[in-house]
Every structure is written in structure tokens, then in C-alpha cells.
């Protein structure tokens, strides 16, 4: 691996991956809107916003393969989630066809599936249920990586990510947690793979409760180590016990489906 863009750098996954994948790549190309300090040994930083899309070609020039985790993080104004999240997927699509680059990995999330209840275990081929117009923004972006692969042979492994915190925030945590170890060896495994066409999958730790099944990408060789067991009696004295009523209780997306719809 010659050049390896990260987009989204500065936000707290990508600040994770420019730790953890040093000396991964020759060069980690880091691209965000926001500040990323002083490019380091063997960085690149390229202040760019996705919604501009010459700029964007101009980012995905030269690279190998692509973490894609830019935009918008949290459930939001539809403006603001058209222009970083589907203009600015789209522009990162085109520019990484237009450069000829071979894979991208796209940070998709728990909250496509959001509307599933949480004693339902899922595997990738449910039917998409998002629980926000960011969620909906999320499916969007799986859609258009497997579009790319069916016309144009890009690939890209969508990784529909829990909760990736240094520890489990909440009760809902101890299922979806992910912790920065396993992400980081994940991104080491998508872009190890011989191929991988387009793949969706689950962004967790092998927890002791999970609602997703990730068996079908077993291929990938990803061994993920941690579990959020060792934080639950902390958390279960933290946090009161769960009102089974509570629609946050009930979906596994948690208050992204239990809030309002954000443009009330
Ligand atoms: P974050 O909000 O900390 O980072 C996102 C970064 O994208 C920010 O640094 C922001 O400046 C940048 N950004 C926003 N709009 C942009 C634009 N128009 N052009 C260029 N850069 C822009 O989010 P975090 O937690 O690091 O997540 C990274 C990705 O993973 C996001 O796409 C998020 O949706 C996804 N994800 C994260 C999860 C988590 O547990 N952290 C769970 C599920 C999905
Ligand atoms: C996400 O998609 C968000 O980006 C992240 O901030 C968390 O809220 C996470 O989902 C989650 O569901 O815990």
C-alpha cells in the first residue's frame, strides 16, 4: 500500500486510524474540513470539502485505497447532510473512478438498521431500516458503493460501525461497542484482502450481547479481540436500568430512533 487517503481525519475515528495505522501505508494522505495539525512522517494534509468536487478529484489522485469517513456524524438538517454526506459520497465515488483507485472502505452505520428491535439478530441481507435522515444518508452511501462495484469494478467494503468509543458511553454500548483496536485491525484487514467486491458488514467487538451476525465476511480474516464486558458492571452502576417501553430501549438504534424528526 503506496497512499492511503483517510478522509474525515480530524474527527475521532480518524484521529484513531492516524495513530494506529502508522507505517500501514507509505503515506496516509489526511483530508478533513477542519484542522489536523502538522503533517507528521509519512502524512500528507490536504484541507478539502467534499462537497467540492474538483477538489475532491484532486484528493483521490494517486491513491491506493480509500477510508472514507467524512461528513456529517449525527442526525441533522438535510441541508447540511446533502451536501457532506450525499454530494460529498458522491464526489469521493467519482473521484476515486476517475483516479482509478481499487478500494474504499465507507463508514456506514448502525443506523441504516436502526428500526430493528433489538432482540432481532441481523446479518447484511436485511432489508435497510433507518432511524434518521442520517441513517437514510448512510444507506445512500452503501447504495452508491454498490453501484460503483456492479458498473465499474471499485470496491468497497461498508462497514455498518456500532459505537466506536474508547469505552461503551451507555447501556445500549455494551451491544454495539466497538473498540479502537478492533477498528484499526479492520481497516488493516479490508485493505489486506485479495478482493472483497462490494461487502457489508458489522463494525463490532465480539461483545457478550451483539444483534449482528458478521459470519459472511468471515473471508476477511478480521479477529477482532476486545468485548465491553469488562466495563458492564461500571456502566450498569452508572447508568438506571432500561424502561422496556422507551422506544430508545426497544430499537437497536437507540435515541436516533426514538428522537423526533429532526426538520419539526
Ligand atoms: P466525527 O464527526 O468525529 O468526524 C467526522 C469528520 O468529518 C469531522 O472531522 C468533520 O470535520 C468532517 N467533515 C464533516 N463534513 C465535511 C465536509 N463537508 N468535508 C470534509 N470533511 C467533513 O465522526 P466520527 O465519530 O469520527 O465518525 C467517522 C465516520 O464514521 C462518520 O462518517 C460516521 O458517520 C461514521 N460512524 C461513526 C461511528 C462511531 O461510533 N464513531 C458509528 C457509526 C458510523
Ligand atoms: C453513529 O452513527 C454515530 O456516528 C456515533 O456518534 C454514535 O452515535 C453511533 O452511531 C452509535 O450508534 O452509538
Known amino acids: 500500500m503506496k497512499r492511503l487517503l483517510i478522509t474525515g481525519a480530524a474527527g475521532n475515528l480518524g484521529k484513531i486510524l492516524r495513530e494506529g495505522l502508522k507505517g500501514y501505508a507509505d503515506i496516509l494522505r489526511l483530508s478533513d474540513i477542519s484542522d489536523m495539525g502538522q503533517a507528521g512522517p509519512g502524512e ?3 484541507t478539502c470539502d467534499l462537497s467540492d468536487r474538483a477538489a475532491v ?19 441533522a438538517a438535510f441541508d447540511d447532510l446533502l451536501q457532506a454526506n450525499l454530494l460529498g459520497t458522491y464526489n469521493l465515488y467519482e473521484g476515486a473512478r476517475k483516479n482509478g483507485v481499487k478500494r474504499v472502505m465507507f463508514a456506514s452505520s448502525n443506523h441504516t ?12 441481507t436485511v432489508t435497510l431500516r433507518p ?3 442520517y441513517g437514510v444518508t448512510k444507506c445512500y452511501g452503501e447504495a452508491l458503493a454498490s453501484y460503483y462495484y456492479d458498473k465499474f469494478d471499485l470496491e468497497t467494503v ?10 461503551p458511553l451507555n447501556r445500549r454500548m455494551l451491544s454495539t461497542w466497538m473498540s479502537p483496536r478492533d477498528f484499526v485491525s479492520l481497516i488493516q484487514a479490508i485493505f489486506d484482502a485479495t ?3 462490494h461487502l457489508v458488514m458489522y463494525g463490532v467487538s465480539p461483545n457478550k450481547s451483539v444483534w449482528w451476525n458478521n459470519d459472511h465476511a468471515a473471508f476477511l480474516g478480521w479477529n ?7 466495563f458492564r458492571a461500571a456502566v450498569e452502576a452508572k447508568f438506571p436500568a432500561e424502561d422496556r417501553q422507551d422506544p430508545a430501549v426497544i430499537y437497536q438504534g437507540g435515541p436516533f430512533a426514538a428522537n423526533r424528526h429532526f426538520e419539526d
Open 44 to 46: 500528507e494534509i490536504v
Open 57 to 75: 478529484h484532486e484528493l483521490t489522485r494517486d491513491c491506493d485505497g480509500i477510508v472514507h469517513l467524512g461528513g456529517i456524524s449525527v442526525e
Open 113 to 124: 438498521i436502526g428500526f430493528y428491535d433489538r432482540t432481532t439478530l441481523l446479518d447484511e
Open 131 to 133: 432511524d434518521s435522515l
Open 158 to 167: 461498508s462497514v455498518r460501525i456500532g459505537s466506536c468509543f474508547p469505552e
Open 195 to 197: 478482493m472483497t467486491g
Open 224 to 230: 477482532p479481540q476486545d468485548s465491553s464486558e469488562k
